[in-house]
């Protein structure tokens, strides 16, 4: 797991060709590299694009609107949890607890935290990122 998260941190994601040189590094399968890769959703087997939005999808998020908040996003970005736009701008992801339940509904966008996010806001923090890129 450590070295995944290395590679992870250090390239944004975990190649399919990282799996054997970390198989042979640990001495397991590569079967059972890919295995973890694949299991736990926090490692990529993809780049992500250049702003990942990690929108909570827990109980508390849930109870105070997140589910309109949910499908407001993918229609806003058109993608589905765990895709990205063809351009590479955004990478959509559902977590489960970001750990700010009393400001709820929260989203990471970017490296930010965001708690009370509302559809309006969202299109706003969205928007600013689409300038900066231009």
Partial sequence: MVILRRVQDALGWVPRGAVPVIADIV???????????????????EPPGRTVVRLCRAESCQAAGGEALADH?????????????????????AVYCLG???????AVIGDEL???LTPDRFDQ???SAERVRR
């Fill in 27 to 45: 001495n397991l399968s590569r079967a059972e590299v890919h295995g973890v890769v694949s299991f736990y959703h926090d490692f990529r087997p």
């Fill in 73 to 93: 996003v993918q229609n806003r970005l058109g993608l589905k949890f765990g895709q990205t736009t063809r351009d590479g701008s955004f990478t959509l992801e």
């Fill in 100 to 106: 700010n339940c009393a400001c709820s509904p929260a």
């Fill in 114 to 116: 965001i708690g009370r």
């Fill in 125 to 127: 923090i969205i928007a």
